[in-house]
């Protein structure tokens, strides 16, 4: 049975940083791109930033590139998302999802259940 879940979301100050996991089981990493989106209250799900299956290629939004990082660690099945220099319109849940094939596209199929991020001012 396929599955993410994410973790490491919480209450963080202005300027703060955060690290989200989406640990994966029923599938390998190295089978399928992953990408990190968000979802605010009263907005579309955005996506945020998305890595290879190899790692070899990543994207970003352009609101969090020069902040956020995607990273993967294929021995524990794990991607992460550095989150630095947080703000308050960074706040809302935050989801992975497996992509379709090896490379970055449009598509995902499986999803995890989100992770609440609030950024305090």
């Known amino acids: 049975q396929v599955q993410l879940v994410e973790s490491g979301g919480g209450l963080v100050q202005l300027g703060g940083s955060l690290r989200l996991s989406c640990a994966a089981s029923?599938?390998?990493?190295?089978?399928?791109?992953i990408g990190w989106f968000r979802q605010a209250p009263g907005k579309e799900r955005e996506v945020l930033s998305c890595?290879?299956?190899?790692?070899?290629?990543?994207t970003y939004e352009d609101s969090v590139k020069d902040r956020f990082t995607i990273s993967k660690d294929n021995a524990k099945n794990t991607v992460y998302l550095q989150m630095n220099s947080l703000k308050p319109e960074d706040t809302a849940v935050y989801y992975c999802?497996?992509?379709?094939?090896?490379?970055?596209?449009?598509?995902?199929?499986?999803w995890g259940q989100g992770t609440q991020v609030t950024v305090s001012s």
């Open positions: 999802a497996s992509g379709v094939i090896e490379e970055c596209t449009d598509e995902y199929d499986f």
């Open positions: 029923g599938f390998t990493l190295d089978e399928y791109a």
């Open positions: 890595i290879s299956s190899r790692g070899d290629k990543t």
